[in-house]
C-alpha cells in the first residue's frame, strides 16, 4: 500500500496519543499486518497451494487492497520446508536477472553461477537437489503484471520446467487485475482474490493499526465518523488509512460522489421531468377542451342502448396513481446529502469550531459551565495555577466524561500549557508509563455523558475550542493510573 500523501514525517497526534511512529504509514512494519478473517484465509489457502499441491497461486487485488501485504506475510511466516525467491516487479527487469536471483535465492554459489555457461540447466539441477531436500523452492513476484511481456513468458517457461516427480517450481504471483498471460500455464493457474475490508471490520483494524504502535485507549473515532471511512474508502486499507490519518490532524471529510455515472443520473432525472411535463399537459388540454370532451360523451350516452350502459357502468377506470419523489433532481439530491453530512460532522469530538451565530439563536439555553476559561492577555503575568491531583481523579465517577488537552514526556510543558490558557476548576494532571518512561497528561472538565460533555466544549473560548481534544471516560483514566501503580 501506499505511503500517506502530504503526512508530515511527525505528525501532531502522535505526541498527543503516545505512539511511537504514525500508525498509518505503508511502512509501519509487520506487526502492522491485521489478521481478519478473510485475509487469514486466503494466507492459509496460499500455503495450502505451495505445500500440498502444484497450482501457481495468482492473487489480483486492485492496488491499496493489500496483496503487497499478503504476499510480505506470507514470506514471514514460511517454515524451514519452503525456500522462497521474492522478486519486485518491475519493467526493467530481465529474464537473465530472474534466473540469477531465484540461483542466489536457492543456494547457488556466486563463483559456480559465474563459472557455468548454462544458467537455466544450472537452476535445474538446484531444483532437483532441493526436491531431493524435501524442500520446495517457490518463487514470489509482486506486481508481475508491471513486468514486460518477455519477462513474464520466461517466467512462465521457468515455471513449465517437470521431470518424472512433478513440475520443479512453485509460485505465488500477485497483480492489480486479471491476466490472460499466466493462462498459459497448462491449467496450474489457481485464482486468489482478496477483498476488501467489511463494514464490520473496520474499527477492528483501525484499533490494531493504533495498538501497533504503543496505543492504549478506546478508539478515538466515533460511529458517526466510521460510518463517513467506510462510505469514503469502501473497505479498501490504503483509502481507510488516508481518511484516519487526516481525521487526526484535523481535516474536514469531502462527501463522496454518487456512485451511479452521471449519465444515468442525468437520464433519470430527464424521464421523471418528461413524465411529469406529459401528465401536467395532458391536464391542461382536458381542461381547455372540457366542454367539447362532456359534449361529445353526452351525445354518445344519448345513442346507446340500456345493455350499453349496463356494460359501461361494470367496467372500472384504470387509475394511476403517481408517488410525489422527496428528491427529484440530482441537485437537490446533493443538496440533501451535503446537509446530513454537515449535521454528522458537526457532531464529531475531534471538530470543535466556532457555533454558527443563528446556530446559537436557535439552541436551547446551554447548562452553566463548570469550567471558567480566560485567555490570558500578552502583558499579564503568568502564574502558577492550581489544580486536582491525582487522588481527584480516583473519585471521579467511572462513566463521566473527561477532556484529555494534551500529553507530554516534559512535566514544564503542562504547566506552561495551564498557564498559556489559564485553566482553571476541574483540571487535572496524572501520570502514566509509555515505553518504560513517565508520560504527563492533562485532562479538563467532568461531565455525566458524552452528549453534555460536546455541548459544553463548544462554549469553550478561542483559540482553545480550535485545539484537538480527546473525550475520554474515567475508567479509562483510572486504568492508567492503576497499572502506573
Given at each position: ?127 532437483k ?27 512462465i ?83 481507510l ?22 449519465t444515468m ?33 353526452t ?8 345493455e ?23 441537485e ?21 469550531t ?53 500529553g507530554?514526556w ?13 485553566l ?28 453534555t ?10 483559540p ?14 483510572k ?7
Amino acid at each position: 500500500m501506499s505511503s500517506i500523501v502530504n503526512s508530515s514525517a511527525e505528525p501532531s497526534y502522535i505526541s498527543r496519543l503516545a505512539l511511537t511512529s504514525s500508525p498509518f504509514n505503508a511502512d509501519a512494519g509487520l506487526g502492522a499486518f491485521f489478521h481478519g478473517e478473510q485475509i487469514d484465509q486466503r494466507l492459509n489457502l496460499l500455503s495450502h497451494l505451495v505445500r500440498a499441491s502444484d497450482k501457481v497461486a495468482c492473487v489480483f487485488a486492485k492496488p491499496g487492497v493489500g496483496k503487497s501485504s499478503l504476499l510480505n506475510q506470507f514470506q514471514q511466516s514460511a517454515g524451514d520446508d519452503l525456500r522462497l525467491c521474492c522478486i519486485e516487479g518491475e519493467s526493467s527487469l530481465t529474464p537473465a536477472s530472474i534466473i540469477t536471483q531465484c540461483l542466489h535465492s536457492f543456494g547457488v554459489d556466486e563463483s559456480e553461477t559465474r563459472q557455468s555457461d548454462n544458467q537455466p540447466v544450472l537452476l535445474q539441477s538446484r531444483l532437483k537437489r532441493l526436491r531431493g531436500l524435501n524442500i520446495k523452492p517457490v518463487l514470489l513476484i509482486d506486481n508481475v503484471d508491471k513486468c514486460s511481456i518477455e519477462t513474464i513468458a520466461a517466467v512462465i517457461a521457468c515455471l513449465l520446467w517437470a521431470d518424472e516427480e512433478g513440475f520443479l517450481l512453485q509460485a505465488v504471483l500477485s497483480a492489480s487485475s486479471v491476466m490472460s498471460e499466466l493462462e498459459s500455464i497448462h491449467g496450474r493457474q489457481q485464482r486468489v482474490d482478496l477483498p476488501k475490508l467489511t463494514e464490520h471490520e473496520l474499527p477492528n483494524y483501525l484499533m490494531h493499526r493504533l495498538t501497533a504502535v504503543g496505543y492504549q485507549g478506546e478508539l478515538p473515532f466515533t460511529p458517526k465518523v466510521l460510518k463517513q471511512f467506510y462510505r469514503h474508502s469502501l473497505g479498501n486499507p490504503d483509502l481507510l488509512n488516508k481518511l484516519a490519518h487526516q481525521q487526526l490532524l484535523g481535516l474536514t471529510l469531502k462527501s463522496p460522489r454518487s456512485s451511479m455515472p452521471f449519465t444515468m443520473t442525468q437520464l433519470l432525472s430527464l424521464l421523471k421531468w418528461i413524465s411529469l411535463g406529459a401528465l401536467v399537459i395532458s391536464l391542461i388540454v382536458l381542461l381547455i377542451f372540457q366542454d367539447s370532451v362532456n359534449s361529445l360523451f353526452t351525445q354518445s350516452d344519448l345513442n346507446e342502448t340500456p345493455e350499453e350502459i349496463l356494460l359501461l357502468k361494470d367496467e372500472t377506470l384504470a387509475t394511476v396513481v403517481i408517488e410525489e419523489d422527496e428528491i427529484v433532481s440530482s441537485e437537490q439530491a446533493e443538496r440533501v446529502e451535503l446537509t446530513a453530512l454537515v449535521s454528522e460532522l458537526s457532531l464529531s469530538p475531534s471538530e470543535n469550531t466556532l457555533a454558527d451565530t443563528q446556530e446559537k439563536d436557535e439552541m436551547e439555553p446551554q447548562l452553566e459551565s463548570d469550567i471558567s476559561l480566560a485567555i490570558p492577555k500578552p502583558e499579564q503575568e503568568i502564574v502558577s495555577r492550581s489544580i486536582h491531583p491525582q487522588a481527584w481523579i480516583l473519585e471521579q465517577n467511572s462513566s463521566h466524561y473527561t477532556f484529555q488537552l494534551m500529553g507530554s514526556w516534559q512535566h514544564s510543558e503542562v504547566t506552561e500549557f495551564i498557564n498559556k490558557y489559564a485553566l482553571s476548576g476541574d483540571v487535572a494532571e496524572f501520570q502514566s508509563m509509555r515505553n518504560g518512561r513517565i508520560w504527563y497528561a492533562l485532562i479538563y472538565g467532568v461531565y455525566p455523558d458524552k452528549q453534555t460533555a460536546l455541548q459544553q466544549s463548544k462554549k469553550w473560548p478561542a483559540p482553545l475550542n480550535t485545539l484537538p481534544s480527546w473525550l475520554r471516560r474515567f475508567d479509562s483514566v483510572k486504568k492508567q493510573l492503576k497499572d502506573r501503580e
